[in-house]
């Protein structure tokens, strides 16, 4: 079975510029998450969508930070414009509808290096 | 709100040796659930062991176990029989017992954990 895939690995840009990192869930996962984990930190939240729908996004700085999860399926996370405190691994993640509490697939991660 | 606190940054452990990790958690809620997760370089995080709050019982995993004190607000794991590819950063997280759907998380900062030869 494939994992959660993302990309691109590793992006250094420009701080004002634009970036977008793409996910795709595992199949069938109705559930997909994006955490952005800052170094010294732990992984926090920023949107969960459930299908395409989105269950919570209290914590995605609305102003700069916006996703989608067109299809039900693959995701996409864009920020603009980028700020230095941007810098971090954003990870996806994705679960079954009828997940065990605590039963995540994690990607490896897209590190953001905001200059 | 809940927080998640790991007071370790970095623990060492010799291979074959038994360390544990500490955390401490603060929430108003009576039920809930706690995590360690196991983030090794540049690999995908893996959940380790679960422990539901309404259990007394302590989780047990293989070498991995836990130490669950709900009055004290702790949570620590304990790794037996260390292995070199024991070595990640862990991270314990909490999760509310009733969510709305899915896995919303709260983790705390991490502790990397090094396995010495």
């Known amino acids: 079975e494939a994992g959660v895939a993302q990309s691109p690995r590793y992006k250094i840009i420009e701080k004002r510029q634009s970036v977008a990192f793409w996910c795709n869930p595992i199949?069938?996962?109705?559930?997909l998450y994006w955490y952005q984990q800052i170094l010294g930190q732990g992984p926090k939240l920023l949107i969960q969508?459930?299908?395409?729908?989105?269950?919570?996004d209290s914590q995605l700085p609305k102003d700069r930070f916006s996703a989608e999860r067109l299809k039900g399926v693959d995701s996409t996370l864009k920020i603009q414009p980028a700020k230095l405190e941007d810098s971090a691994v954003y990870l996806c993640a994705s679960s079954p509808g009828r997940a065990f509490p605590g039963e995540l697939f994690f990607g490896e991660g897209s590190r953001l290096t905001v200059l | 709100a809940q927080t998640v606190t790991q007071s370790q940054p970095e623990m060492s452990v010799q291979e074959a040796e038994t360390v544990t990790l500490s955390c401490t958690y603060d929430t108003s809620e009576s039920d809930y659930y706690l995590f360690w997760y196991k983030q090794p370089p540049s690999r995908q995080m893996i959940l380790v062991i679960r422990?539901?709050?309404?259990?007394?019982q302590n989780a047990t995993e293989n070498r991995f176990s836990v130490n669950f004190q709900k009055a004290a607000k702790s949570f620590s794991l304990k790794i037996s029989d260390s292995q070199l590819g024991d070595a990640a950063m862990y991270f314990c997280?909490?999760?509310?017992?009733?969510?709305?759907?899915?896995?919303?998380?709260?983790f705390g900062t991490g502790t990397q954990l090094k396995v010495e030869l």
């Open positions: 997280a909490y999760r509310s017992l009733f969510t709305g759907g899915g896995n919303k998380l709260t």
């Open positions: 422990q539901e709050a309404y259990k007394q």
């Open positions: 969508f459930q299908n395409n729908g989105v269950v919570d």
């Open positions: 199949s069938g996962h109705a559930t």
